[in-house]
Nanobody, 127 residues
Framework: QVRLVESGGGLVQPGGSLRLSCAAS????????MGWFRQAPGKEREFVGG????????EYADSVKGRFSIAIEYAKNTVHLQMNSLKPDDTATYYC????????????????????WGQGTQVTVSS
């Protein structure tokens, strides 16, 4: 079982940047496809981005394409979500998730695909 802990959230002005981190323990992130999701108050949890554990393939929600990117830091067993040009609509609790995958190039976009979740980190975009 892989355990996930997010960090890096906070308050940022519109147009600013944040980098979220997801530290994995208990298992190496190799063999785990990784995803980021977010949930705003009163809304369902939604997909933000996902990457294969090879790091070669990824997918992002239309709302964040070109602004957000995922990177895997294998040496630290950590996955990052770089968020640029932040907007007030990006305000939410952000969660990282992991799914064991035998295929190094698969990524996943559905909440139901993932079985391992972090506790979340709050991101607030406001002036």
């Amino acid at each position: 079982q892989v355990r996930l802990v997010e960090s890096g959230g906070g308050l940022v002005q519109p147009g600013g940047s944040l980098r979220l981190s997801c530290a994995a323990s208990g298992r190496r992130v190799t063999n785990y496809a990784m995803g980021w999701f977010r949930q705003a108050p009163g809304k369902e949890r939604e997909f933000v981005g996902g990457t294969s554990w090879s790091g070669k393939y990824s997918e992002y929600a239309d709302s964040v394409k070109g602004r957000f990117s995922i990177a895997i830091e294998y040496a630290k067993n950590t996955v990052h979500l770089q968020m640029n040009s932040l907007k007030p609509d990006d305000t939410a609790t952000y969660y990282c998730a992991a799914k064991y995958s035998d295929n190094r190039d698969n990524y996943y976009t559905r909440t139901a695909d993932y079985f391992n979740w972090g506790q979340g980190t709050q991101v607030t975009v406001s002036s």
